[in-house]
Every structure is written in C-alpha cells, then in structure tokens.
C-alpha cells in the first residue's frame, strides 16, 4: 500500500528572474486524468472532510500556505504543510483528509481519474468501517 509523502520538484531559475518547475507524466506516480484548483478559500474553513477509493492525488500550494491531516485506513495520522510551489504532497487511495488554507493559498491538484461521485468516502463512519476491514486483512490483500 502506497503513503502519502512531499515530493519536491526541481526549479529552474534565480530571484531576478523567477522559476518555472517541469514535471511530465512519465515522471508523476500516475497519470494525470484530471485538474483541478481552489482559491480563495477564507482561513477560517477546514475542507476536505473525505477520502477516495481509488483516486490519488498530487497536491500543491502554488500560492501561500496549505496544511493536511491525512488519516489512513491503517489509523496512523500525518500532517504535512505545503508553502512552496515547486513541492507536492502524494496522497495514495484511502487516506481521510481536512484540509486548513492560508487566506491566499491556491490549491493545484494532479488526480489520477476522472471525477466520479461514486470513488469518494464523505461519511467518516463509513471510513471508521473500513479501517476495521484493514485491521481484519493481511496488508498484501489491499
């Protein structure tokens, strides 16, 4: 089973000039199906609020500062923040995540699949159910 983790990218560039970060495919943990961002979202909101059976994502702060509490099926909790535009955050299928947005934070997402209602867990009961299957299972059977 894969976990969430930073990938940073590299930069090209200097101060005087600014940077741009290149990525393809072939160098991304999946393909990019779909793209999506969000911005302007006050401080004061916490998002997220789900998971995905089997959407991954790359994550990243093209603009201020966006911090993850990603729990997996396996019960271990992570955070992570993002504040630079050249690094993304992995985050595999089966991770519960909130999300807390700077007031200027815009949120670039890299997903692996199409949008499909049926692929996301917003009830956390029914995430809660399947960290007990997890528990029940041996690690090679997810």
């Not at 994502?57 to 993850?68: N, Y």
């Not at 985050?91 to 692996?112: E, G, M, Q």
Request: charged residues 20%; proline residues 5%.
């Amino acid at each position: 089973m894969s976990v969430p983790r930073l990938i940073e990218f590299s930069k090209i560039g200097s101060p005087a000039l600014g940077y741009i970060t290149v990525s393809q495919n072939s160098t991304l943990p999946f393909t990019v199906q779909r793209v999506y961002w969000t911005y302007y979202t006050p401080d004061s909101v916490i998002r997220g609020h789900h998971a995905h059976h089997d959407l991954e994502q790359l994550i990243f702060a093209t603009s201020g500062r966006i911090e993850f509490v990603l729990e997996g099926v396996d019960g271990k909790t992570e955070t992570f923040v993002l504040d630079s535009p050249n690094v993304a955050l992995y985050i595999p299928k089966l991770y519960w995540r909130t999300i807390k947005f700077s007031h200027n934070a815009v949120l670039l997402c890299l997903a692996s699949l199409e949008y499909s209602e049926e692929d996301y867990i917003r009830e956390y009961a029914v995430f809660q159910a399947l960290q007990q299957q997890f528990k029940n299972l041996a690690p090679r059977q997810l």
